[in-house]
């Protein structure tokens, strides 16, 4: 049921005579996380921006992520009004972001944008769908009474 190219947004699995039923529209809205700070070997302060759209919208990649910089070093002839130059529509994206008070900057710098999902191959209770594992030693262990629901993508 779930081998379309997006989620709907809800989820069901049986097991020993046990249906369970997940809706997960209210996780249809792209999130935004950002991981950091980290530091250049010459000490600029960046983070780690990743948009995630779980769902998607019918087929859709809602997550956004945008460069606005074309080239940092004329970064006094810039207007006030930011130059995109590059956009990743996807399911998951990430960008680069120098924070605005790194380097003199009046304002944050977002570059590196890529998308990290392309295509949902599906969901699953499994660890493993289509020869792609979901290494579920790396999350913690949770009650089996309510599996984990894997998206892979």
């Not at 999130?31 to 019918?58: Q, R």
């Not at 900057?105 to 209770?125: E, H, K, N, P, Y």
């Amino acid at each position: 049921e779930h081998s379309r190219c997006y989620s709907d947004c809800s989820f069901s699995h049986t097991e020993n005579n046990r249906t369970l039923t997940f809706d997960l529209s209210p996780m249809s809205d792209v999130a935004s996380l950002t991981i950091g700070p980290s530091f250049t070997s010459k000490g600029t302060k960046y983070l780690h921006l990743f948009n995630v759209s779980l769902c998607g919208h019918e087929g859709k990649r809602a997550a956004t992520c945008t460069d606005n910089v074309t080239d940092v070093s004329n970064k006094d002839e810039q207007s006030d009004s930011a130059q995109f130059v590059n956009s990743v529509d996807s399911f998951i994206c990430q960008s680069t972001i120098i924070p605005a008070d790194g380097r003199g900057f009046r304002m944050a710098i977002s570059s590196q944008s890529i998308s990290l999902a392309d295509a949902f191959i599906g969901a699953t209770v499994d660890s493993v769908l289509n020869g792609v594992n979901a290494k579920p030693d790396l999350f913690p262990e949770n009650s089996k009474d309510v599996p984990d629901i894997n998206f892979f993508y």
